[in-house]
């Protein structure tokens, strides 16, 4: 967008409505340690030219060739272009022998010289213990943002400032966009969370975005939350079987494509080795399939398929392995969505929804993720079939504690039976969306012929 500067992490642009305001002040706040300072950089790296540079202005928070050292641990951090389209100045010296009135004078110098495209101004809540007073401050406040707008220039103030200050202080009256980093609590752990608080004149995405600090820098995974898409989408009339005839004939020759399909029941009942059948037999029909498992780590898995005549490697599987210990919900379902689009997946089986049930900050995160991906995979003709475990392994009184089972197509459980001193499995279709099917239950067996009938319909 012509109004808009990049700020070298796309989907944080994404979030932003396009990127910062060009020629606008924003401001960059959060506690220590929560990216600020790589965020500016990132922005400063991505935006410089070396006729319209980028000026990147310390004060007294950290000593320049710390700021530099640092910088030079992360990839978009170009040394070569230090000097040339990016220009680190310390103002610091500045600062403490003629207070903030040098410092306007400093910074009207440096953009006469330099003719920048971007300044940062980093920490710039430091400067505010050199006004004299708050009338002071705010004088100096309007002759910074009277020189700014008279110059094309972006700017970018970072600031270790907390959530009261973002009501009390002025600078926050006078920034075109707030953007807050931060930590919110998930359960026993916390992680980083971007909000944009304001954008003057745009239109930005709501709410607290899931981010990663690595040596790339700022990597944003906007809140997926997708709103009701009314428009008709045209999917195949042939339907896909499972590769498990018993479930095949029970759902009246298998699911429709582009269906979601619950698969539920407690630990042991064979909830994965359906999952996987339904996969690899697309794969064997021209499918291709993916498999996000939390469950088990890709040598289990390719043990587990290998007795059942499959292989990962082989058959073409794309696998996505995440330990659900430190698992990002918001991460995990981008590289999901990437991994189908790269591959082309028309099969995916996620493996299970109760490890991304608790990476997820509250009930509500976890089923705005669970509509909008049933959704996207529908909209873009993918079968998604997901495991989900019951704590009971006889008698059940609800399916699930969240409310997920309606947003699926297709009900599947799974639940064992005592019978005298043996134990059986059965199988039961509770639900399938736009077809018929076989409520009755069934009992199964499991073999490394793979999952057959065993006796009448009960």
Same mark, same amino acid.
């Given at each position: 967008m012509a109004d808009r500067m990049m700020t070298g992490a796309q989907r944080l642009d994404d979030v932003l409505g396009g990127g910062l305001p060009r020629d606008g002040i924003t401001l960059i706040v959060g506690l220590p340690g929560s990216g600020k300072t790589i965020l500016a950089q990132q922005c400063a790296f991505a935006n410089a030219r070396a006729d319209r540079p980028a000026l990147y202005l310390s004060t007294v928070s950290e000593p320049l060739e710390k700021l530099l050292r640092f910088g030079q641990t992360l990839t978009f951090f170009k040394p070569t272009e230090v000097g040339k389209s990016v220009f680190y100045e310390d103002l610091g010296v500045i600062l403490q022998e003629g207070g903030l009135s040098r410092v306007l004078d400093g910074v009207r110098g440096l953009i006469r010289e330099r003719r920048p495209a971007m300044i940062v101004i980093d920490s710039f809540k430091a400067l505010r213990v050199y006004a004299t007073d708050d009338a002071d401050f705010r004088r100096f406040l309007h002759g910074l943002a009277g020189l700014f707008s008279a110059y094309p220039v972006t700017t970018l103030w970072v600031g270790e400032y907390g959530e009261e200050e973002i009501v009390l202080a002025p600078e926050f009256a006078v920034a075109d966009a707030i953007i807050a980093l931060g930590d919110v609590g998930v359960a026993e752990r916390t992680a980083r969370a971007l909000q944009v608080q304001k954008l003057r004149g745009g239109d930005f995405l709501s709410g607290k975005h899931a981010y990663r600090l690595s040596s790339s820098g700022v990597t944003v995974f906007p809140r997926l939350a997708d709103p009701r898409d009314a428009t008709d989408y045209s999917l195949g009339e042939v339907r896909c079987r499972s590769g498990i005839a018993a479930l095949d004939d029970m759902l009246k020759d298998g699911f429709w494509p582009g269906s979601s399909?619950?698969?539920? *029941?407690? /630990?042991?009942? +064979?909830?994965?080795?359906?999952? &996987?059948?339904?996969?690899?037999? +697309?794969?064997?029909?021209?499918?291709?399939? =993916?498999?996000?498992?939390?469950?088990?780590?890709?040598?289990?898995?390719?043990?587990?398929?290998?007795?059942? +005549?499959?292989?990962?490697? %082989?058959?073409?599987? /794309?696998?996505?392995?995440? !330990?659900?210990?430190?698992?990002? @919900?918001?991460?995990?379902?981008?590289? =999901?969505?990437? @991994?189908?689009?790269?591959? *082309?997946?028309?099969?995916? @089986?996620?493996?299970? =929804?109760?490890? &991304?049930?608790?990476?997820?900050?509250?009930? /509500?995160?976890?089923? %705005?993720?669970?509509? !909008? =991906? /049933?959704?996207?995979?529908?909209?873009? *003709?993918v079968s998604l079939l997901m495991t989900y475990e019951v704590p009971e392994l006889y008698g059940l009184t609800r399916l699930s504690e969240h409310n997920v089972s309606h947003l699926a197509d297709n009900v599947v459980l799974l639940r064992f039976r005592e019978s005298g001193r043996a134990v059986s499995r059965t199988l039961t279709v509770l639900k399938s969306r736009a077809g018929g099917h076989d409520v009755r239950v069934r009992e199964f067996e499991i073999s490394t012929g793979g999952i057959t009938l065993t006796s009448s319909p009960s």
């Open positions: 399909i619950l698969l539920a *029941g407690p /630990t042991g009942v +064979g909830k994965t080795l359906m999952g &996987l059948s339904f996969v690899f037999h +697309g794969a064997r029909e021209g499918d291709p399939g =993916l498999v996000a498992t939390m469950q088990e780590n890709p040598a289990q898995l390719e043990r587990a398929a290998q007795q059942f +005549g499959w292989s990962m490697i %082989e058959d073409g599987i /794309t696998l996505l392995y995440r !330990s659900p210990v430190d698992l990002y @919900l918001d991460e995990w379902v981008y590289e =999901l969505l990437d @991994l189908v689009e790269a591959t *082309g997946a028309r099969r995916v @089986l996620i493996d299970s =929804l109760g490890d &991304l049930q608790g990476a997820a900050s509250d009930v /509500t995160r976890f089923r %705005e993720y669970l509509y !909008s =991906l /049933t959704q996207r995979c529908s909209r873009r *003709g």
